[in-house]
């Protein structure tokens, strides 16, 4: 059975998903709010956000995302808090970008994105799970393509009112489908699971 395309994101109830972990984690365009998933240390989600990684056997980031784990998880391996780090250090890790001199240091790290519709069919037929996280850039390539099995969304009761959205002017048209009920912590804090289908929105009028 060929592996699945997981996609992980943070995101505002307004869909801005820019930056969400830290001040200077991605302030590109003038944005003024990084950082802006820190006043949610939601204990209930994170252990969420943990179980649905434990499947996980493959990363693929955007360039941007890739530099700010490289630089971040290797150095938080030890204990109990650190078993996302170890999973991240351990498993490939598939960076797309164009620019054949990115720095690729970090252990397990691959170089995609000359042909990413044939890359992610070898990646489907390499691992179980391959999950892409943040990497909102990447993610809107993606979804243009059709090019993922699962959206995983985290979306926090905030408006931000700009930032880069998972849903851009450029989104396809089309339908997805529910794949468990939402789950939501005491914060207000949700998770959205959804699949892809082929069906696009369809069009009528209401009648009595």
Known sequence: MAGRILIDLFMTLDGVAQGPGGTDEDTSGGFEFSGWQAGYPSSGMGETVSEGMRQLDALLLGRRTYDIFAAYWPHHTEGPSGEIGRLFDRVPKYVATRDADTDLSWKGSVRVGDDLAAEIAELRAQHHEVHVIGSIDFVHSLLAAGLFDELNLWVYPILLGRGKKVFDDGAVPSVLRL??????????????????????PEVGTFED
């Open 179 to 200: 794949l468990k009920p939402p789950v939501v912590d005491d914060s207000g804090v949700m998770l959205l699971r959804y699949g892809r289908t082929d069906r696009v």
